[in-house]
């Protein structure tokens, strides 16, 4: 009784460990992914901040443009 309990544990044991951890692991690979693309990076962030401050800064100077024309 024993030593089918141990062929078959070892039979169990004798499969790829990597795969168990694959296994293990894929749920938090999973997750981990998805809140990388839902929660943006700094260097996300700071692009959207520059392109942000690009488009104000046109604004300013289409206005002053158009300002400067209406007073002429």
Do not use: Y
């Amino acid at each position: 009784m024993i030593r089918a309990g141990v062929v078959s544990l070892s039979l169990v044991l004798g499969g790829c460990v990597g795969t168990v951890v694959d296994v293990v692991t894929a749920p938090i690979r999973i997750v981990g992914a998805g809140i990388n693309t839902v929660i943006p990076g700094q260097h996300e962030r700071d692009r959207r901040r520059g392109k942000q401050a690009r488009k104000a800064e046109e604004a300013q100077r289409k206005a002053a443009k158009k300002a400067a024309k209406a007073q002429s």
